[in-house]
């Protein structure tokens, strides 16, 4: 007697697009016209996170879709506000996802996005200041509150001495020993 065959999983529903907001201000997407179809970059290794999929999704559900598209605006500006509007959700929705145990890696990648946001805010900031010129008292406030707010991994190399964690890095990778140990076995002769 001939096997039956298991019946072929059914095709996947079609994809509906994931529509932005296009107006200058967000509050005047009233209508379908407001919306275009987002181009999300398949390439972007900062999308590279596995979604949350909601167990019993809604059609208000926060879709994986949706989450990409939130990370992609959210590494653009830095602003977690405007990337929440940019995709149609609110802050609190996306906050509550976040707080998922399920959705830790959703989390991570919104970390790394806010990360990326703010770079590029100080490199604006920057730019900005740069371009204002040097006697603008508007300008020099900006480049001194971007040098005051770099990030602690960015140290001057005139303070890297004997004793400072980076120099024990170095050190560390250089000989593949701590200084630490160095000093245990001088103590020890």
Not at 53 to 80: D, K
Not at 105 to 133: H, N, P, S, T, V
Not at 162 to 177: N, S, V
Request: charged fraction near 30%.
């Amino acid at each position: 007697m001939p096997r039956k065959r298991a019946p072929s999983p059914p095709p996947p529903p079609p994809r509906t697009p994931l529509l932005v907001n296009k107006r200058k201000h967000e509050r005047q997407a009233t209508s379908r016209v407001a919306f275009e179809e987002l181009a999300i970059p398949e390439d972007d290794p900062l999308l590279d996170f596995i979604p949350y999929r909601h167990a019993h999704p809604r059609g208000n559900s926060i879709t994986p879709e949706v989450q990409r598209a939130f990370i992609f605006h959210l590494a653009a500006s830095g602003i977690v506000k405007q990337a929440a509007l940019k995709v149609g959700k609110s802050i609190e929705a996306l906050y509550k996802l976040r707080a998922r145990p399920e959705a830790w890696d959703f989390a991570r990648a919104w970390d790394a996005a806010l990360e990326w946001g703010r770079q590029r805010l100080m490199d604006c900031a920057m730019e900005r200041a740069i371009a204002q010129g040097v006697h603008y008292p508007k300008a020099n406030g900006m480049i001194c509150w971007v040098l005051e707010h770099r990030s602690d991994h960015m140290v001057d190399a005139r303070e890297v001495k004997r004793g400072h964690w980076l120099w024990a890095r170095i050190h560390h990778e250089l000989l593949g020993r701590w200084p630490e140990d160095d000093a245990e076995e001088e103590e020890e002769a």
